[in-house]
């Protein structure tokens, strides 16, 4: 499945931004695309797997960070594995944002 370019760039975004952000804890994506692992998987520490229902998840996140990963799990276009694992992800690795994502 083809994403449009709207998606395409949101998630492009999205997953490059992750991939420089999580560094404690294991954070997995997966999407009709594959699966993307962010962080240093070990056993028994912070794992969080987020399975993407609906690729407006993308975009929502990069027009409203947290407040869009919130949307989109209110929306059912996301499933998060373990929702307080998530809240400690986010708050270790993503500052509020000013105008969008910060990146480092």
Known sequence: M????????????????LRSAIKVGYLEIADSHGVHGFGTYKEGRNTVRVTVNNDLFYVRVLAS???????????SD????NLKGMMDVSSRHVSPPEHGLNYP
């Open 78 to 81: 996301i499933d998060i594995d």
């Open 65 to 75: 960070a947290d407040l869009g990963v919130s949307e989109s799990y209110m929306m």
């Open 2 to 17: 083809r994403l449009n370019p709207t998606v395409s760039t949101a998630r492009s975004s999205i997953l490059n931004f």
